[in-house]
């Protein structure tokens, strides 16, 4: 059965440095999405992506976050200088189509602690 | 916008109790419904989802739930637990406006008690 794929499964960086997690979508999939799970408090969206650009994003994506798919396979949430409140699980995620009864397929996250 | 509310922050049973874990969103127009588990150290995966009819959807594992539009509720109920259900159950919705993304509740931590 196809799965999302995320690398690495834990990352830990030093607070100013930039960070680049990778994912894997399932490979007939259009829309890719990440959110993220800080520690004890609910899943959040935080960009979702469609035909190589943003299609939506919350307020947490700010500026210091940008996604890419670079190769058409992998699908990157890139943190330009992070910050301790970074440190969350991040997880991806891919479904087929925008309408229609599809459900999001996750991946197993990544765990990112930022000192 | 759309937000989901889990009351129940960590419940404990033990094997063979029926289950019930409640899950209210607030969102006027259509929505569509989730229930998400995750087992310890792994993703999340889907339970079991609403998009229109049969109010009572069925699940895998011998999970249902029921989606109750005058209580804003979708509830997600199991007659008897198992020990492999200890897990992390989330509800999510949604929404309208032609998002897609995905609106989580806090989560339920199950511990089934062998």
């Known amino acids: 059965e196809p799965e999302v794929t995320q690398t690495p499964s834990h990352q830990v960086t030093q607070m100013g440095q930039e960070v680049i997690l990778r994912c894997v979508p399932i490979?007939?999939?259009?829309?890719f999405y990440w959110y993220r799970q800080i520690l004890g408090q609910k899943v959040e969206f935080l960009v979702s992506?469609?035909?190589?650009?943003?299609?939506?994003k919350s307020e947490i994506f700010d500026d210091q976050f940008s996604v890419e798919r670079p190769d058409g396979s992998n699908f990157t949430l890139k943190i330009r200088s992070t910050k301790l409140e970074d440190s969350a699980m991040y997880f991806c995620?891919?479904?087929?189509?925008?309408?229609?009864?599809?459900?999001?397929?996750f991946g197993p996250g990544t765990r990112l602690t930022v000192l | 916008a759309q937000s989901v509310s889990q009351h129940n922050h960590h419940v404990i049973l033990s094997e063979a109790a029926s289950l019930e874990l409640g899950c209210n969103y607030s969102?006027?127009?259509?929505?569509?419904l989730f229930w998400y588990v995750q087992y310890p150290g792994q993703h999340l995966q889907l339970l079991l989802k609403?998009?229109?009819?049969?109010?009572l959807v069925k699940g895998i594992k011998g999970f249902e739930a029921e989606f109750i539009k005058s209580k804003f509720s979708f509830n997600l109920r199991k007659p008897s637990v198992q020990w492999s259900d200890t897990a992390e159950y989330f509800c999510?919705?949604?929404?309208?406006?032609?998002?897609?993304?995905?609106?989580f509740g806090t989560g339920t931590r199950l511990t089934v008690i062998p």
């Open positions: 995620a891919s479904r087929t189509e925008l309408a229609g009864l599809n459900e999001q397929f």
């Open positions: 490979s007939n999939h259009l829309y």
């Open positions: 992506f469609y035909n190589n650009e943003i299609s939506e």
């Open positions: 969102y006027g127009g259509t929505v569509n």
């Open positions: 609403y998009f229109s009819g049969d109010p």
């Open positions: 999510a919705v949604r929404g309208g406006t032609g998002a897609n993304n995905l609106f």
